[in-house]
């Protein structure tokens, strides 16, 4: 992915926040060559054995694992091992976007100017392995539940509904996602001048739109993290942050 200087993100918790709030990942691999490439829209979750805070380094995540699951009956799931062994893995790419608005010109207020797209998005590079099927496609599911309960649900406990989950495993294909590299888009009119800036932000904050006001809240967000880290050390504006 491009990612002008501009657009990079402020610090490593920006990539884990955008993925754990944003799981629905866009993964893509490279199909038979009559076909071209093969893309699958599916549910992606930090291992929960690795240690809590691996996804807050500044490492680009290299060495984190990733945990999934998709249909059986999905062709791309057969074409992941073909042409490759299970225990070589196949090379992959998940793909999550985040919050995203358009930027009209007219809320630049100059009289020549160009329309733009604000937008956030994470590409994550790694190598995909199939998990066995049975109990450990099981632990892949109960994981995503816990992890999505806890972000998105209302607490749902789930231990009377495993005997059925058991009964739909046939068709679940579980895998699991080695990270080999990061790359973070974060574009939120960091280019203009902060009069300008600000005059965007405020636009999207007042819109009925839920994705222009998460970008709203993204480049206020940018704005109090870049001022923080250009202040200097010794202020207690810095510390306070």
Not at 3 to 27: F, K
Not at 38 to 52: G, S
Request: net charge negative; aromatic share 10%.
């Amino acid at each position: 992915m491009f990612v002008p200087s501009d657009y990079r993100r402020p610090g490593p918790a920006w990539t884990a926040d955008l993925i754990r709030r944003n799981p629905l990942a866009l993964m893509v691999t490279n199909g038979p060559e009559s076909d071209g490439p093969l893309a699958t829209h599916l549910p992606v979750i930090p291992d929960p054995e690795m240690p809590a805070d691996w996804y807050e380094k500044d490492e680009q995540w290299a060495g984190a694992t990733l945990l999934g699951h998709m249909n059986r009956a999905n062709p791309h799931w057969k074409a992941l091992s073909a042409g490759s062994g299970d225990t070589d893995g196949r090379k992959a790419l998940l793909t999550f976007t985040g919050p995203h608005a358009y930027v009209s010109p007219v809320v630049y207020a100059k009289p020549v100017a160009a329309p733009t797209w604000n937008f956030t998005a994470v590409h994550v590079h790694g190598v995909l392995r199939k998990i066995e099927p049975g109990e450990a496609t099981l632990a892949v599911v109960q994981h995503t539940v816990r992890a999505f309960e806890k972000e998105f649900g209302a607490g749902w406990d789930m231990s009377t509904s495993v005997d059925y989950f058991r009964q739909l495993l046939p068709g679940v294909g579980a895998f699991r996602f080695q990270v080999t590299a990061v790359e973070g888009m974060f574009k939120l009119s960091q280019e203009q001048a902060p009069e300008v800036r600000e005059r965007v932000r405020r636009e999207f904050a007042g819109r009925d739109s839920h994705l222009h006001r998460e970008t709203a809240h993204l480049m206020d967000r940018w704005e109090h993290e870049v001022s923080a880290a250009s202040l200097p050390s010794g202020c207690p504006v810095a510390h306070a942050r």
